[in-house]
């Protein structure tokens, strides 16, 4: 074409492309549900827009907020269109090129590791999955403040952009028509497509139509004699007093056949899951809702969630997922750009997925949705943000959040105190969930009681570790005060890089000979947790390496403390003032004749370690 302007793709994008250009992957279907998210996220810009400018949605079928499939069986073309916001020329550019976003070498990596391409959505760069089915793409694209343009490539490090001056105008949005590789020949097929439409994008919220073929019976004048003898043989078969009538009237003669016409077929159901009442959705459409949220297409299922609505000065209703697995980055951007998972609508228009607003930090790994009948429609991004109502629906969130989280540790046989060796063998899908979610979310648990005082108790529950009496299981708070000594006071703990090298803690003597449970804390973030939590249940936490433990009568070390007296005071002046503060008797230990303990609010040694690691 003569003004089409050339580009290269950026490095990174462009070794993705040859991934999947080459990619062996048999599930090639993921294509199409990108597409079709893409045109989704499209649609909910406009009509976003919308809300403070009726105009941008123009007049006509302009106005209509859908997608629409199509194919082109003879050119091998199945396209996409949606009535989107569409694409500048520099959209086109900037989004389809030459700007890698962060997913870019993350997924890259994967791939090379054997990672599932399944997750590509995931990793926002869905759109090159049109590769796997195709070897030549075209993107046509109309934006409001633009002319129309024409995207092409054919995967080979280059892309080409013109302005479109031989396709129909769209009015606006895009249209992505893939010229099908050999291989991808069955995406031609209709049925095979409306399968697709209902596994994948069953909770799409605008109407998605395929451009389907009928059958239908139409009648046709017969000419000749012959043909019409036949129908006339068939027909008489049901009343030959009919035709003997109709000859008697000189009709003339027809016959039937079939012709395939095309019409607008309407492939999804658009009643949205959250308004529905929560009795009527299977836990399955639950998952399958689960799956579409999280571009999360493997077969495993939520580990909970929960669905409710909330009444009174603030409205809305709710679905919460605790995901199968943590995402890839849930905490390697913590502490700066995570995002909440949770979208936002107000009154069934979608506002946005980046509302940090909704959910606390450490929730984020939660999935979901929040529809409000409160918030205002009309308004900025800006001015809802800073809506009063949105502290309400936070507040209420976490507390659902959590209590979903309990409920999961509840339902879980692992976690009760009976005995479930009978029952082996009982198939129970709750079982083992707890551990599962802790594996993957009790990090965030963890942050939760560092960051949010409000709730730090609720949080201490959902606690879970290891301790010299668990035998390698998890055990909680509520557990390890069930089986206190009569007369401790404190809990106990112990710091360390792990089980095994705290077990074999020196610390750990005198406790253990006098039948104390003590606590491991194994993870770095662990030492931070204990600067804030304080308390439990009006128990105390101890340190068992720092000073201030009391086991046993204090009264039995008070004599031996006499005695020792000389010993220890030559001792403290032996390792001198800048290395101990003081030098004590103690009932710590049993076999070990001294430990170096630290003080109540100094550093842990461990927590020594951490820092010096950290600043290396
Ligand atoms: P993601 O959807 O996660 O952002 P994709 O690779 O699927 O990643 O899409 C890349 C970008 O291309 C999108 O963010 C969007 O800006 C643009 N885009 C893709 N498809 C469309 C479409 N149908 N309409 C408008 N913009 C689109
Ligand atoms: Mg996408």
Same mark, same amino acid.
């Given at each position: 074409?003569?003004?089409?302007?050339?580009?290269?793709?950026?490095?990174?994008?462009?070794?993705?492309?040859?991934?999947?250009?080459?990619?062996?992957?048999?599930?090639?279907?993921?294509?199409?549900?990108?597409?079709?998210?893409?045109?989704?996220?499209?649609?909910?810009?406009?009509?976003?827009?919308? $809300?403070?400018?009726?105009?941008?949605?123009?007049?006509?079928?302009?106005?209509?907020?859908?997608?629409?499939?199509?194919?082109?069986?003879?050119?091998?073309?199945?396209?996409?269109?949606?009535?989107?916001?569409?694409?500048?020329?520099?959209?086109?550019?900037?989004?389809?090129?030459?700007?890698?976003?962060?997913?870019?070498?993350?997924?890259?990596?994967?791939?090379?590791?054997?990672?599932?391409?399944?997750?590509?959505?995931?990793?926002?760069?869905?759109?090159?999955?049109?590769?796997?089915?195709?070897?030549?793409?075209?993107?046509?694209? %109309?934006?409001? @403040?633009?002319? +129309?343009?024409?995207?092409?490539? #054919?995967?080979?490090?280059?892309?080409?952009?013109?302005?479109?001056?031989?396709?129909?105008?769209?009015?606006?949005?895009?249209?992505?028509?893939?010229?099908?590789?050999?291989?991808?020949?069955?995406?031609?097929?209709?049925?095979?497509?409306?399968?697709?439409?209902?596994?994948?994008?069953?909770?799409?919220?605008?109407?998605?139509?395929?451009?389907?073929?009928?059958?239908?019976?139409?009648?046709?004048?017969?000419?000749?004699?012959?043909?019409? @003898?036949?129908? !006339?043989?068939?027909?008489?078969?049901?009343?030959?007093?009919?035709?003997?009538?109709?000859?008697?009237?000189?009709?003339?003669?027809?016959?039937?056949?079939?012709?395939?016409?095309?019409?607008?077929?309407?492939?999804?159901?658009?009643?949205?899951?959250?308004?529905?009442?929560?009795?009527?959705?299977?836990? !399955?459409?639950?998952?399958?809702?689960?799956?579409?949220?999280?571009?999360?297409?493997?077969?495993?299922?939520?580990?909970?969630?929960?669905?409710?609505?909330?009444?009174?000065?603030?409205?809305?209703?709710?679905?919460?997922?605790?995901?199968?697995?943590?995402?890839?980055?849930?905490?390697?951007?913590?502490?700066?750009? &995570?995002?909440?998972? $949770?979208?936002?609508?107000?009154?069934?228009?979608?506002?946005?997925?980046?509302?940090?607003?909704?959910?606390?930090?450490?929730?984020?790994?939660?999935?979901?949705?929040?529809?409000?009948?409160?918030?205002?429609?009309?308004?900025?991004?800006?001015?809802?943000?800073?809506?009063?109502?949105?502290?309400?629906?936070?507040?209420?969130?976490? &507390?659902?959040?959590?209590?979903?989280?309990?409920?999961?540790?509840?339902?879980?046989?692992?976690?009760?105190?009976?005995?479930?060796?009978?029952?082996?063998? !009982?198939?129970?899908?709750?079982?083992?969930?707890?551990?599962?979610?802790?594996?993957?979310?009790?990090?965030?648990?963890?942050?939760?009681?560092?960051?949010?005082?409000?709730?730090?108790?609720?949080?201490?529950?959902?606690?879970?570790?290891?301790?010299? #009496?668990?035998?390698? %299981?998890?055990?909680?708070?509520?557990?390890?005060?069930?089986? =206190?000594?009569?007369?401790?006071?404190?809990?106990?703990?112990?710091?360390?890089?792990?089980?095994? +090298?705290?077990?074999?803690?020196?610390?750990?003597?005198? $406790?253990?000979?006098?039948?104390?449970?003590?606590?491991?804390?194994?993870?770095?973030?662990?030492?931070?947790?204990?600067?804030?939590?304080?308390?439990?249940?009006? %128990?105390?936490? +101890?340190?068992?390496?720092?000073?201030?433990?009391?086991?046993?009568?204090?009264?039995?070390?008070?004599?031996?403390?006499?005695?020792?007296?000389?010993?220890?005071?030559?001792?403290?002046?032996?390792?001198?003032?800048?290395?101990?503060?003081?030098?004590?008797?103690?009932?710590?230990?049993?076999?070990?004749?001294?430990?170096?303990?630290?003080?109540?609010?100094?550093?842990?040694?461990? =927590?020594?370690?951490?820092?010096?690691? +950290?600043?290396?």
């Amino acid at each position: 074409r003569s003004n089409a302007e050339k580009f290269e793709f950026q490095a990174e994008v462009s070794r993705l492309m040859d991934i999947i250009i080459n990619s062996l992957y048999s599930n090639k279907d993921i294509f199409l549900r990108e597409l079709i998210s893409n045109a989704s996220d499209a649609l909910d810009k406009i009509r976003f827009l919308s $809300l403070t400018d009726k105009e941008v949605l123009g007049e006509g079928d302009n106005t209509k907020l859908e997608i629409m499939i199509k194919l082109d069986k003879e050119k091998k073309i199945l396209s996409i269109r949606d009535r989107g916001i569409g694409m500048t020329k520099e959209d086109l550019i900037k989004n389809l090129g030459t700007i890698a976003k962060s997913g870019t070498s993350a997924f890259v990596e994967k791939m090379q590791t054997g990672g599932d391409l399944n997750l590509i959505g995931q990793f926002g760069v869905g759109f090159y999955s049109v590769y796997l089915v195709s070897d030549y793409v075209e993107v046509i694209s %109309k934006h409001n @403040d633009d002319k +129309q343009y024409v995207w092409e490539s #054919k995967a080979d490090g280059a892309f080409a952009i013109s302005e479109d001056t031989w396709n129909e105008p769209l009015g606006r949005g895009t249209e992505i028509r893939l010229h099908l590789r050999d291989e991808a020949k069955e995406y031609l097929d209709e049925s095979k497509l409306k399968e697709l439409v209902k596994k994948y994008s069953e909770f799409i919220n605008f109407p998605i139509y395929l451009w389907a073929s009928k059958e239908v019976d139409v009648e046709v004048p017969s000419d000749e004699e012959e043909s019409s @003898d036949v129908e !006339e043989k068939s027909e008489s078969e049901s009343s030959e007093e009919e035709i003997e009538e109709d000859d008697a009237e000189k009709k003339p003669k027809t016959k039937t056949v079939k012709e395939t016409t095309y019409e607008w077929e309407l492939l999804n159901d658009v009643k949205a899951i959250w308004l529905r009442s929560p009795k009527e959705v299977t836990d !399955e459409e639950y998952t399958k809702f689960y799956h579409s949220l999280a571009k999360d297409f493997s077969d495993e299922k939520p580990l909970a969630w929960s669905h409710f609505s909330a009444e009174g000065d603030v409205e809305f209703k709710a679905v919460l997922f605790v995901p199968p697995k943590a995402p890839h980055d849930l905490y390697e951007s913590y502490y700066n750009s &995570r995002k909440s998972n $949770l979208k936002l609508y107000v009154r069934r228009v979608f506002i946005s997925d980046e509302f940090d607003e909704l959910l606390p930090k450490y929730l984020s790994f939660l999935m979901g949705l929040v529809d409000s009948d409160t918030l205002p429609l009309n308004v900025s991004r800006e001015m809802l943000q800073q809506h009063s109502s949105l502290k309400t629906i936070k507040k209420k969130l976490i &507390r659902k959040a959590l209590d979903m989280i309990r409920k999961i540790a509840d339902e879980d046989p692992d976690e009760s105190d009976k005995d479930h060796s009978e029952e082996a063998g !009982e198939e129970n899908e709750k079982k083992g969930l707890y551990t599962k979610f802790w594996n993957e979310f009790g990090k965030s648990i963890k942050l939760g009681i560092i960051e949010d005082a409000q709730n730090r108790n609720r949080l201490a529950k959902l606690l879970r570790f290891e301790t010299t #009496k668990s035998d390698g %299981k998890l055990t909680s708070l509520d557990k390890y005060i069930s089986r =206190m000594k009569p007369g401790q006071k404190d809990i106990f703990y112990l710091t360390g890089t792990s089980k095994e +090298q705290l077990e074999k803690s020196p610390f750990l003597e005198g $406790l253990k000979k006098k039948d104390y449970e003590v606590i491991f804390f194994t993870d770095p973030v662990d030492e931070y947790l204990m600067q804030y939590l304080m308390d439990y249940e009006d %128990k105390k936490f +101890q340190n068992v390496s720092k000073e201030g433990l009391k086991i046993g009568k204090e009264s039995k070390i008070k004599d031996l403390k006499e005695s020792f007296k000389e010993l220890t005071s030559w001792w403290k002046e032996a390792l001198s003032s800048e290395n101990v503060d003081s030098v004590k008797i103690s009932n710590r230990l049993d076999n070990t004749p001294c430990v170096v303990v630290t003080s109540k609010y100094g550093w842990s040694a461990n =927590m020594e370690k951490i820092m010096q690691s +950290q600043t290396l």
